[in-house]
């Protein structure tokens, strides 16, 4: 187990197949892991929007990161632990520190609005109850609550906050992220996969996607050239990047990502909120198309699986 916190490069907002009854297909996860770390992926964020967390038992996700330590090997394990229940991020915060992970993820509260001192309040409660490095997630599209650039820089200067992870639509918010980070000494990692020369760019550290668990090696080439200079053909990359996106959001997230999955051979399982046979026949389709490209591409397709 690496107990390094990954404040640069290339991880996965992890995906986690799972069967019809709900458990966790870990022959599959196994499989899909020991992949990503031989593509040169620098962590997992494990429980986040991708891995469909808000549909699981505070239970069920404690054993998720159980398997996902098991199966991880020498990749870091980030854990999202945000609920709309504070004991329930507690639970999920000390649970994570018992099994000897290295940082966790926490969202604002959801649902009902939450103000910025209410956030900044909660904030470090979980701080404080986790005793870990804390990186915070801003996804507004999903919680309905932005966390404002004031609110990340109190809490970067009263607890150990080793980074953000900026999502959503709202890309020009990374440059002044960034500023506040480095001047708190924390990084930003971006989910914004089809746009990362742009968000490095900007002084981005690290990305954590979605779209890193079927097309790895092209985010890894991006951050290594933008971050580390080596040299790669970042102009292709990214354009095939926005290619794969353009595909990728013909269907609603988080579900779509297990299409990019199944292009690359990998077993999605099933998800775990309610899909009709139609997404399920255009998941099919966009798959076969994307898996042309990747042929096309020189991809590797591991093993042909449909859903």
């Keep these: 187990m690496n107990t390094n916190l990954p404040t640069e490069g290339v991880l996965a907002a992890l995906c986690l197949p799972v069967g019809n009854d709900g458990q966790l297909l870990e022959p599959a996860l196994e499989a899909h892991l020991s992949w990503l770390r031989s593509k040169g992926i620098h962590g997992v964020l494990a429980l986040g929007s991708t891995g469909e967390f808000p549909l699981m038992s505070v239970d069920e996700r404690k054993e998720a ?60 409660r979980v701080a404080s109850a986790v005793e870990l490095p804390v990186m915070l997630y801003n996804f507004p599209e999903l919680t309905g609550n932005r966390i404002a650039p004031e609110t990340v820089a109190a809490f970067a200067a009263a607890a150990p906050m080793f980074g953000i992870k900026q999502s959503g639509g709202e890309f020009a918010y990374h440059r002044e992220l960034v500023a506040i980070g480095e001047a708190k000494g924390f990084s930003v990692y971006s989910g914004a996969d089809t746009r990362l020369p742009e968000a490095f760019g900007l002084g981005v550290k ?55 999955m199944l292009a690359r051979g990998f077993e999605p399982g099933s998800s775990r909120t309610n899909v009709s046979a139609a997404f399920r026949e255009e998941m099919n389709r966009s798959s076969e198309e994307l898996r042309r490209l990747f042929e096309k591409w020189n991809l590797s397709v591991e093993r042909p699986v449909s859903v």
């Design 65 to 124: 990161l159980d398997t996902v330590l098991k199966l991880a090997g020498d990749l870091p394990v980030i854990a999202n632990i945000s609920d709309i229940n504070p004991r329930n991020v507690e639970a999920l915060g000390r649970h994570a520190k018992s099994i000897g992970l290295p940082g966790v993820a926490v969202m604002p509260p959801s649902f009902y609005p939450v103000n910025a001192q209410e956030q900044l309040s909660f904030f470090l």
């Design 206 to 260: 690290a990305a954590i996607g979605g779209l890193v668990n079927f097309v790895p090696e092209y985010m890894v080439a991006i951050f290594e050239h933008c971050r580390k200079g080596k040299a790669c053909d970042m102009d292709l990359y990214a354009a095939r990047m926005k290619e794969v996106g353009a595909i990728i959001d013909r269907l609603s997230f988080p579900v779509n990502v297990g299409m990019g």
